[in-house]
T-cell receptor, first 113, second 110 residues
Framework: DTAVSQTPKYLVTQMGNDKSIKCEQN?????MYWYKQDSKKFLKIMFS???????INETVPNRFSPKSPDKAHLNLHINSLELGDSAVYFC????????????FGPGTRLTVT | EDQVTQSPEALRLQEGESSSLNCSYT??????LFWYRQDPGKGPEFLFT???AGEEKEKERLKATLTKKESFLHITAPKPEDSATYLC???????????FGPGTRLSVLP
């Protein structure tokens, strides 16, 4: 049974489109995250939710909007996609926001053409 | 600003040739240091958490150690299946953010 799952795995779209990525965790964790991994493989945190409350909101364009309908789900909506948004986006979860390891999903490879 | 660097950037070992990977960090008070393994096309997989200087953790051929400025991931008698990118991350005592290093890409040749 997959612990952290993401859909879709691949997403190819054109500039200017709007797209969403969905994430679900079945670990019973309170905290979920979105990370971006660029072409140089650098993993950078974007957002974090704890019990559906936004607790980390890094310097990310406001075209990116996370939404957590419940503790087990965290979605990422991206408006007006740009070429520079091409990357792999990872969802992760942890037991709590501080001091605990994170469990990552398989990633969504977004390609903007 | 919290920073994490890792060295070397890439490392090629022969099977059975032990070595160490380095993670150096700058943070105002460490809450935890985390090691992950990432295989191509997959998400990072958790390996270890270290909380205080002097702490050590072991798992199979891997051993992680922590000082006040750096952490080492020692790989003893590696096998080809240990080939992966190893990532180090820190969380500061004052916040909830995680800062990842750029990773070390390890290749173990048979």
């Amino acid at each position: 049974d997959t612990a952290v799952s993401q859909t879709p795995k691949y997403l190819v779209t054109q500039m200017g489109n709007d797209k969403s990525i969905k994430c679900e965790q079945n670990l019973g964790h309170d905290t979920m995250y979105w990370y971006k991994q660029d072409s140089k493989k650098f993993l950078k945190i974007m957002f974090s939710y704890n019990n559906k409350e936004l607790i980390i909101n890094e310097t990310v364009p406001n075209r990116f909007s996370p939404k957590s309908p419940d503790k087990a789900h965290l979605n990422l909506h991206i408006n007006s996609l740009e070429l520079g948004d091409s990357a792999v986006y990872f969802c992760a979860s942890s037991q709590s926001p501080t001091g605990y390891e994170q469990y990552f999903g398989p990633g969504t490879r977004l390609t903007v053409t | 600003e919290d920073q994490v660097t890792q060295s070397p950037e890439a490392l090629r070992l022969q099977e059975g040739e032990s070595s160490s990977l380095n993670c150096s960090y700058t943070v105002s008070g460490l809450r935890g240091l985390f090691w992950y393994r990432q295989d191509p096309g997959k998400g990072p997989e958790f390996l270890f958490t270290l909380y205080s200087a002097g702490e050590e953790k072991e798992k199979e051929r891997l051993k992680a150690t922590l000082t006040k400025k750096e952490s080492f991931l020692h790989i003893t008698a590696p096998k080809p299946e240990d080939s992966a990118t190893y990532l180090c991350a820190v969380q500061a005592a004052y916040g909830q953010n995680f800062v990842f290093g750029p990773g070390t890409r390890l290749s173990v040749l048979p």
